[in-house]
DNA sequence: CTAGTGACCATTTTCGTCAATGGTCACAAT
DNA sequence: ATTGTGACCATTGACGAAAATGGTCACTAG
């Protein structure tokens, strides 16, 4: 009783602080222009004109405060997501923006913010929170995608629907996270059609 | 007009050799239980009692040595997929086992034959040759299995057949890619189930 | 002509060293 | 009590020299 299960990087001291915000302010500035390792806590902590120890009243560990940055890039890109289903009219056509934006994001940020990508790669393969409430919050949105196709009758119903959104979840993942989306950047115009086009049929009732 | 677009290891000399086949097995031995990096041409000229320069008569490079062992590793797989799907019966449950097979035989090589799966992984990421006309096979296997389901009146005949196959080809990428597949182990028992249920309600007709 | 090699070169890898970095803490100023 | 820091330590990373490795070639033996 004690131990988190998996390395949880955690924020410490005053949740609303200006220090806290500067912070983060600088370390997204540092991070997405000199990367994550080469940037220094030192550097943060001149940035801000306080000393590297005050830092540390804010925020656990360096690693925390990148945790906080990946959160801050994933939730962008979750928020586009919901523009573009808000968007859509017909389940069809919210499960197709879904899927086409996440890629389209994840690409944009892997090509023109490639140190934030890798910070979120490497959040995804380590497991961090920020990765894993980012997977969480795409499942709700396709689960409420989902529901209201089979509300509307667009969707199939005999399949429970965990099931199905697991399932078109797991079709998704590659493409969802920022680890292997690395490995399927040729396909990034064709993969998100022609997926989505078999989940559909799929879930053709 | 002369180079290669993607670096492909060539062998030279003659095809049938004792000497060539001394050398890969050699190669298999050393590769699987020292790792490819870890052993040197040197170490193979010296297993089979000749000089490391009469290597280079057979094979153009030590990578080209690492392609054919990699050649011989998804040889076996997919002969355990050929295995598999002649075994069952109907189109779906050709499906399911090519599927299941091709992720066990996958996960097995992760967790038995490390090494070679290393290989295997970074041939894939690098497109040799190799990786290419193991994922072509599989594509063939499953044309052939989508067809039949076709013809039998088992799956759908609205959707072209090549726009079918690229799609179910894509789903299975994931696992069927060994550089893909590490990042998807976790998922090595649920995800061939549940993405095949989901492959086959989509070739319903 | 075929089978085979030692010696050689350019490039990598290894390794030891030392400065830089992440992180803590006792303490100072207000 | 709150805000803030310099000095300190264990670990890691960068760096250059030295060793090892991939690859070639002129050459020998039969």
Redesign the pocket.
Same mark, same amino acid.
Do not use: L, M, N, R
């Given at each position: 009783m004690s131990e988190n299960e998996s390395s949880v990087p955690q924020s410490r001291?005053?949740a609303e602080?200006s220090?806290r915000e500067q912070i983060v302010e600088a370390a997204e500035a540092h991070f997405s222009h000199y990367g994550y390792?080469?940037?220094?806590?030192?550097?943060l902590?001149k940035a801000i004109?306080? !000393? #590297?120890?005050?830092?540390?009243?804010f925020?656990? !560990? #360096?690693?925390?405060i990148g945790e906080a940055i990946c959160a801050k890039t994933l939730s962008t890109m979750i928020a586009a997501v919901e523009r573009a289903v808000a968007d859509a009219t017909t389940p069809s056509e919210k499960f197709r923006r879904m899927f086409k934006t996440l890629v389209e994001t994840g690409a944009g940020l892997f090509f023109n913010e490639r140190k934030l990508y890798d910070i979120a790669a490497y959040s995804a393969g380590e497991g961090w929170p920020s990765a894993r409430s980012y997977c969480e919050r795409i499942r709700e949105i396709l689960t409420e995608v989902v529901r209201e196709g089979r509300e509307s009758g667009e969707f199939e119903r005999k399949t429970p629907l965990d099931e199905t959104v697991h399932a078109v979840d797991l079709v998704m993942q590659p493409y969802v996270n920022p680890l292997q989306l690395q490995y399927n950047l040729d396909l990034v115009e064709e993969a998100p059609v022609q997926l989505s086009n078999l989940v559909l049929r799929s879930l053709a009732p």
């Open positions: 001291g005053p602080h220090v390792e080469k940037t220094t806590v030192s550097d902590a004109g306080f !000393s #590297k120890a005050y830092i540390y009243k925020f656990d !560990s #360096k690693q925390a």
